[in-house]
């Protein structure tokens, strides 16, 4: 694999999950040394994976989450038409 970010991104969930041959294991971690953006990138993702591990979920209010509800089916008919 080159060392170009774009073929790495897609291999990152699963670098982290301990998903990933040995092998690309180390070329992400070589590539990781090198490019300060896409170690940006992963210690963004872990902190994401972290929050939502260890977050508490918050109900959201009433009236959020029947706007929410009507802008989801509002797209959803956008997109795939009523049904």
Request: hydrophobic share 30%; charged share 30%.
């Amino acid at each position: 694999m080159a060392n170009n970010c774009p073929d790495y991104i897609n291999d990152l969930n699963d670098y982290l999950d301990g998903g990933v041959s040995p092998e690309l294991c180390a070329e992400i971690e070589a590539h990781l040394g090198q490019c300060q953006n896409c170690r940006i990138m992963v210690d963004t993702l872990k902190q994401t994976v972290k929050l939502c591990r260890e977050g508490q979920e918050e109900p959201l209010p009433e009236a959020l989450q029947t706007r929410l509800k009507s802008l989801l089916k509002e797209r959803w008919n956008q997109k795939f038409g009523k049904k």
